[in-house]
């Protein structure tokens, strides 16, 4: 097939920008696709596309009775997580990507995708997917294109983004957009015109999820699966924003928003970066224990955030739906994300029970006598392996959590007044600690460090230094990225919001979690609020100001005061120990590194010997 941008088939009733109908056409040339469709985003277009996938063995339609409007689809066994191995920022200059990116010379890479996407799309359609990260309108929210050959990846990007028309609309009018391209990699016909059949879950070996920084383009090749497939999430709104963020003075971020009102009828905009599978959708649905407070929810794990007019910090959640991990969602952990998905959602690589119902680890507190796991195979509760994936994921409108905040898609978003970070640690950091200062803060963030989650390939359990919770989302230097949070400090000034870090995930000597966690967790988010409110005490302490005795409220909560201590133990050696670590980790970036860092590393072992010196 031969293709030009007046044969992409562009929707008539749009004047589609040349730019656009070249890149398509260049795009189709390059992959041969069978047929061109532009998405509109309708439900008809969703309904064809959810029929399709169920004759193609992609989707299994659930029980219309127990989940209206609901299906399940079962990944390749290789697809499964983001590949970080697999993931480059292919920016001019290595040292622009930094020593935690993957980096790769942009027309090396350039010509490695010219190979793997020529004729990838063979015998398949080739869906064109405008899209907006954010609500329209604003001076937040902002445009792409994604380009799949995947009809589960445009099912899922239009529950994750506003897809389809108004998107198109609004890039016909001029607006700035993002290329992105994707492929399957798995054509039905080869170069000779050979016709294989399809698979279930097409997916390729050989994989590239790759980013071109300086002209904001994405491309990626072989893998379905989320973040990898659906490249408004992290390809856009985290790696090629952080630097256009960079670039025009602003945050793109791995946090969840949300809203929590006090009994007073006061409110605050909470923002928290925690790395992947560290509980961001479920603080993003809290209910808290402590009678009088309320949560609603903004966005679960991505947000944008902009200087206002008045000089505030406003936040928006550029993302529309929730693609949130399955395992250890219950009636008891977070029930409101429970009822948000009990109809109209895509589940990934959970198990099927026997009345076409779904089912995951720590769903139940019994598991039921016979699923179909998630690869297909029968599976019994003696089985020694877990029926669905660890990282099995719901993909869900954002508005169908009861929890949704109704000023949710306000394009301006919410002024900020506090910042967590967080991370999962058994040991050392504390259930909540207050910094010093922005700059403290951001030494804070630059420094938390995670147990691995499954939400990555890697070795689950060991602990990594995760900046931000952004080490694989961010799209330039990361020691860059440091100078650029500690500019917008200075450029907020008293306005800027509070920074606290926190850890529901200490554990004690037999490995059980010390702190309850879920609902409890508004406990020290309370106190939190209170510190900014100024009606709480806090005493300080090495890594920051810690709730002062008596000060967190424990109402209600049987917990023992052994426990209490342990939850805030600060053992001098073991912060020394994880200083040098930092001053390691600090010294691979070079001179990039901020001096404000070392400066606040500096103070960071005054408070260890200053403590050493009391005990
Ligand atoms: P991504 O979508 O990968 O960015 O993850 P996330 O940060 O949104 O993580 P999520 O909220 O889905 O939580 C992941 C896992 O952590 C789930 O199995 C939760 O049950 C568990 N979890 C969340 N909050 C807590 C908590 O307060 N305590 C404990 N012990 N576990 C928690
Ligand atoms: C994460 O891994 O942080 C996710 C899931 O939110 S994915 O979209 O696959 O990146
Ligand atoms: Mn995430």
New binding site residues.
Partial sequence: MTYTPQTVNAPSGFAVPEDVLAWVAEVAELAQPDAIHWCDGSIDERERLYAQMVEAGTFTKLNQDLRPGSYLARSAPSDV??VESRTYICSVKEEDAGPTNNWADPTEMRATLKKVFAGSMRGRTMYIIPFSMGPFGGNISRLGIEISDSPYVVVSMRIMTRMGNQALQAICDGKDWVPAVHSVGYPLVDADGNKRDDLVWPCNDEKYITHFPETREIWSFGSG????A?LG??CYALRIASVIARDEGWLAE?MLVLRITGPDGRSFCLTAAF???CGKTNLAMLRPTIPGWKVETVGD?IAWMRPGPDGRLYAINPEAGF?GVAPGTSEKTNPTCLHALDHDTIFTNVALTDDGDVWWEGLTDEPPAHLIDWTGQDWTPDADRPAAHPNS?FTVPAAQAESIAPNWEDPAGLPVDVILFGGRRATNVPLISESYSWEHGVFVGATVSSEQTA??EGSVGSLRRDPFAML?FCGYNMADYWSHWLEMGQTLGDKAPRIFQVNWFRKDADGKFIWPGFGDNSRPIVWALQRIAGTAKAVDAISGRIPAPGELDVDGLDISDEALTELFSLPPDAWAAEADLTEEYFAQFGDKTPAELYDQLKQLRQRIADAKAKA
């Fill in positions: 997580a983001r699966y989320g973040g990898n659906l999430k992290k791995h790395p992947s599978a794990d693609f994921r939400a990555a694989p």
